[in-house]
Every structure is written in structure tokens, then in C-alpha cells.
């Protein structure tokens, strides 16, 4: 099973970017789908985007269309997930999940089975 350690979060103004890594190790990362979900308080964890085994394909929720990107490193077993223009409700916890079968395309339906402890991204106005 992979192991997962986000990094990169904290507190920024609204407009502003913010770049989210997960470093994944136990696993063969190169074949899995990769995806980051988020939870804001009160609410249920929810898909943000996912990027396929091979890296060809993404999958974004539409509130951060034109505005988050993912991307992964496979030489470094690194995935990341670049926000710009923030706004104060992208303020969540930030998931970084691995899908639980090789070669999946990343899509939101992924049954994703291994997840990270999370990183705060807090967005002020």
C-alpha cells in the first residue's frame, strides 16, 4: 500500500497561490492514479482533481477550473496540485489520495484507497 505525506499549506490572501505536494513511498507510484480531495469545515470531503497513471489526463472539479492545476514527478514519486487565485472558500483540508488499482484514469468515480493525513489551506479575505 502507498504511503502519503502532503506538504505545502497554511495561510494566504485571497488571490494569492499556494503549491501542495505528496510524496508518496511503499508503492509503485508510477502506476497508480493520483487525486486531491478537500474538506471544509462542516462539510463533506469532496473531489477537487485527479491526474491519470500516466499523467495524460486530469480531472477537475468546476469550482477550480482555470485555476488549480495537478501534476506529477514520477521520477521523484511527487505529486502536486498548484492553486492560484485563491478564494476564501477553498479554505479546507487538503487529501492527496492514491487509487487502489494500477493504470486508472484518475476520474472522480477512482476508488481511491490510500490517503494522506492532510494539509490546512486557509484563504483570508
Known amino acids: 500500500q502507498v504511503q502519503l505525506v502532503e506538504s505545502g499549506g497554511g495561510l494566504v490572501q485571497a488571490g494569492g497561490s499556494l503549491r501542495l505536494s505528496c510524496a508518496a513511498s511503499?508503492?509503485?507510484?508510477?502506476?497508480?492514479?493520483m487525486g486531491w480531495f478537500r474538506q471544509a469545515p462542516g462539510k463533506e470531503r469532496e473531489f477537487v482533481v485527479g491526474?491519470?497513471?500516466?499523467?495524460?489526463?486530469?480531472y477537475l472539479t468546476d469550482s477550480v477550473k482555470g485555476r488549480f492545476t495537478i501534476s506529477r514527478d514520477k521520477a521523484k514519486n511527487t505529486v502536486y496540485l498548484q492553486m492560484n487565485s485563491l478564494k476564501p472558500e477553498d479554505t479546507a483540508v487538503y487529501y492527496c489520495?492514491?487509487?487502489?488499482?494500477?493504470?486508472?484514469?484518475?476520474?472522480?468515480?477512482?476508488?481511491?484507497?490510500?490517503w494522506g493525513q492532510g494539509t490546512q489551506v486557509t484563504v483570508s479575505s
Open positions: 511503499g508503492g509503485t507510484f508510477s502506476t497508480y492514479a
Open positions: 491526474i491519470s497513471w500516466s499523467g495524460g489526463t486530469t
Open positions: 489520495a492514491a487509487d487502489s488499482s494500477p493504470y486508472g484514469s484518475g476520474s472522480p468515480n477512482t476508488d481511491f484507497g490510500s
